[in-house]
């Protein structure tokens, strides 16, 4: 478990290291503004394909170690190729490699996590506490140097942090559970499950919207007039946020269920993207990241123990992979590029707007899919959950 939750803290240290500076750094290069959606939507446009992909060939080859190692390798390599690549014709194809590469790493470690935690399920969240230090961490001093030696810093902690985490993985002794029966037929039930089905388009509505923070947090502090070493404050202030959350979940958990978690962040989101819409101050859009862990973090607890409680015996990463296809894939990949447009055509201020809608959609199918289903809250049962989410 100690190596488990030191990844947590390399993937994170390196996700916040790189993905809020993305826009700036293509900017600076001189790309416009569809070529940057296009770059920034690549990477969850990798994860949507890549994250199942490799879940899978991990699931049906028992080979996780091996799947977890490449992976790592090729983001490294990947980040490097960004760092000397100065054009969008350069950039397209290792940004495609590297994402690609990084796609199912968060999947397969939170599936050995929850395995490792056995009838301890419900204190997921809590493992994942030393990964939210990562941002709190990273956030201002990247950005402090970030204005000493320009953009080029977050992107060699990311390739740092990812050699790291090779070598975590390189001594971890990894155990898979057995399949119950064949993988294609485990597979094909895991899919046609239309309880999963419902749950994935309400996370993709809510991180298509939430993806406008994600990516124009800092873009959005500079319009306000806040300088360069003061927006890692806002990872820091949102990680400030989450881990409350991660220390509260097993409890939220257990007497709420997980229906409660995911409404919990479908209403933060909304209440933050439109308040930065509305926001007139920095210090406004600092506050409002204090609801980041109840927006962002609440999303992923509930969809690693919802993915967890609907997984056949021995498939547990593939579907996390599908999990995290859609959280970290498709919904991001959409609302980057859609985010992107849409402030190029109508600015920051409208983007957001649009954005908190889109998750207000999600909200409303959710309730709907709820108004006639008796509440239920975290038990112990097969995977240690039952099923609150419908």
């Known amino acids: 478990m100690i190596r488990l939750r030191l990844s947590y803290l390399c993937f994170f ?24 959606g296009i770059l920034i939507a690549l990477p969850p446009l990798m994860t949507m394909v890549g994250a199942p992909l490799w879940t899978a060939i991990a699931d049906a080859t028992r080979q996780h170690k091996a799947v977890l190692l490449f992976a790592t390798g090729g983001a490294f ?9 100065p054009t969008f014709a350069g950039l397209f194809p290792v940004v495609m490699l590297y994402a690609l590469c990084v796609a199912p790493i968060m999947s397969i470690i939170d599936n050995l996590v929850i395995a490792r935690l056995g009838d301890r399920k419900e204190a997921f969240g809590r493992q994942r506490i030393i990964g939210s230090a990562g941002p709190a961490i990273a956030g201002p001093l990247v950005t402090a140097l970030v204005g000493l030696f320009g953009l080029r810093v977050p992107l060699y902690t990311a390739m740092l942090s990812f050699g790291l985490l090779f070598f975590l993985f ?4 990894i155990r898979v559970e057995k399949l119950a029966g064949t993988f ?3 597979l094909r039930a895991l899919l046609r499950n239309p309880r999963l089905r419902r749950f994935l388009l309400v996370v993709f509505l809510g991180m298509t919207g939430y993806s406008a923070m994600i990516v124009y947090l800092f873009v959005r502090m500079e319009e306000l007039g806040a300088p360069k070493w003061l927006l890692g404050f806002g990872l820091t202030l949102g990680t400030l946020g989450e881990i409350p959350f991660l220390l ?13 978690t995911l409404l919990a962040s479908l209403v933060a989101m909304i209440v933050v993207l439109l308040g930065i819409s509305l926001a007139g101050s920095v210090a406004m859009v ?3 990241q204090l609801l ?12 690693v123990a919802y993915a967890d409680e609907v997984a056949p015996p021995g498939l547990g990463a593939t579907a996390q992979g599908l999990f995290n296809a859609v959280f970290g894939g498709l919904a991001l990949a959409v609302g980057a590029f859609a985010s992107s447009v849409i402030r ?6 409208r983007m957001f707007q649009i954005s908190g809608l889109i998750v207000l959609l999600g909200l409303a199918i959710f309730l709907a899919s709820l108004a006639h289903q008796p509440r239920q809250t975290l038990k112990a049962g097969s995977h240690g959950y039952v099923d609150s989410v419908g």
């Open 184 to 186: 294609g037929g485990e």
């Open 170 to 173: 390189q001594g971890m002794t």
């Open 344 to 349: 190029d055509r109508w600015g920051s201020v």
């Open 248 to 260: 509260g979940s097993k409890r939220l958990l257990e007497r709420f269920g997980l229906r409660a």
């Open 13 to 36: 240290v390196a996700m916040a290291s790189s993905m809020p500076f993305y826009a700036l750094v293509y900017q600076e290069r001189g790309l416009t503004g569809s070529q940057i």
């Open 286 to 288: 600092l506050l409002l």
């Open 77 to 85: 390599l990947g980040m490097l190729g960004i760092i000397l690549t």
């Open 292 to 303: 980041h862990g109840t927006a962002f973090s609440g999303m992923i607890i509930s969809g």
